[in-house]
């Protein structure tokens, strides 16, 4: 029996608002998101997701997500793309040719699928290929948000690797990686296939059997990433606050109010890098919120000094609507809500702040500290 179902137009947005909002900057574009979820509606598809215990312990899972930078696509670059005479071979269903290269390689069926994370673009990807492709996809990730790397998820923090990996392109490069000698080369690899395709690149990736995934999933988020998004919508039809709606949900905690005043940015390596500057407004005003993000948001300073950082959360939202956004898109003359959230408690660890998800991970020398513990007294 399904957990969860989206049914109607309505039901996919709510969703992807979930996703969006819990994607802290990345995840993929609602675009493509929601492309693919209306195409699904369309062709009569049931957009489920299932609890993880229902996954018999026998079966074998893959975790299929998009992988490149989440920076606008150059005029430059479209105009190569026109030069090399590439054309879009499979739409929004690179993803599905990935997973079934992947159990190609591997010999052997794919039982379950795993979201890598939490995002307006790769979490109803994971879905609508499970869709199409018959296969049941779980209530949970292997993050709890977006993340730029795969040191950031908990394949990488409980010490299971995600090769072999399958990895198809919109014009129809395909590539299977058999090996990569420790995760972060696995991640430079994928990158740079993302970079030489252009526009990013498709993955199926870590193969395992359903006894390990159930061990390190972060169970439950896509029910819980329906009901935020839901929330939302709800608190705003009935002239309330959609972020607090949001607050009550996910337990965070609503950090700095105010006007973008800049985004310095560049593409580098298959990431976006670059910081959002905020200039305070109401009782945040003359106060200021820079928030440095590798796509996603990691590392913040409140007037100047160090404040929330990565393991914990940190999303931007339209201050009218609630909606989150994505680094892609977050503009000077935003008016926004910077929220924060707690993240994996697993993360906290020596090695998962150091290695995997902590400020000195992404070459910044701070201390990290609880989120809760900066939010003390405060709403």
């Known amino acids: 029996m399904p957990r969860g179902k989206l049914e109607t137009l309505r039901d996919c947005e709510d969703f992807v608002r979930g996703c969006l909002f819990m994607g802290t900057g990345g995840g993929g574009s609602v675009a493509w998101g929601m492309g693919m979820l209306k195409d699904a509606l369309k062709d009569g598809l049931a957009l489920e997701w299932v609890d993880v215990d229902d996954i018999p312990d026998d079966v074998w899972t893959v975790t299929p997500y998009g992988m490149g930078s989440i920076a606008p696509t150059s005029q430059e670059v479209l105009a190569e793309i026109e030069r090399l005479g590439l ?5 929004n269903r690179s993803m599905e040719e990935a997973v079934k290269e992947l159990g190609t390689y591997l010999g052997q069926p794919i039982g379950c699928l795993v979201a890598a994370e939490l995002g307006a673009g790769n979490t109803p990807a994971s879905l609508v290929t499970g869709a199409r492709l018959g296969i049941p996809v779980v209530d949970g990730d292997y993050a709890g948000r977006a993340i730029p790397d795969e040191m950031q998820g908990t394949p990488y923090l409980y010490g299971k690797h995600s090769w072999p990996f399958a990895s198809v392109d919109r014009w ?3 590539a299977i990686v058999k090996y990569t000698v420790n995760p972060h080369m696995l991640e430079r690899i994928g990158k740079m296939l993302a970079v030489a395709a252009f526009v990013g690149t498709t993955m ?14 972060v169970r439950d988020t896509l029910t819980r990433s329906f009901a935020l998004g839901r929330a939302m919508r709800q608190a ?3 002239g309330g ?3 607090e709606a949001a607050l009550e949900v996910t337990g965070g905690w609503r950090l700095f109010e105010g006007v973008v005043s800049g985004k310095d940015w560049e593409d580098r390596g298959g990431y976006m890098f670059g910081t959002t500057h905020i200039q305070g407004s109401g009782a945040y005003e003359g106060q200021t919120l820079d928030v440095w993000f590798k796509n996603e948001n990691h590392v ?6 160090p404040w929330v950082c990565s393991p914990d959360l940190i999303t931007l939202a339209y201050q009218e609507s609630g909606e ?3 680094n892609t898109l977050i503009q000077e003359g935003d008016h926004v809500v910077a929220v924060g959230m707690k993240g994996l408690e697993a993360f906290r660890t020596e090695f998962g702040l150091n290695e995997a998800a902590g400020p000195r991970y992404f070459g910044f020398d701070i201390d990290y500290v609880p ?6 007294g405060r709403v």
Do not use: H, Y
């Open 300 to 305: 913040s300073w409140l007037n100047g000094q």
């Open 241 to 243: 606050d959609p972020i």
């Open 172 to 174: 129809g490069n395909v």
């Open 236 to 238: 705003r039809e009935k």
């Open 204 to 217: 199926a990736a870590t193969p395992l059997p359903a006894t390990e995934m159930k061990e390190i999933l």
């Open 87 to 91: 054309v879009n071979k499979f739409g």
């Open 371 to 376: 989120i809760e513990e900066l939010m003390e």
């Open 324 to 326: 989150g956004t994505t």
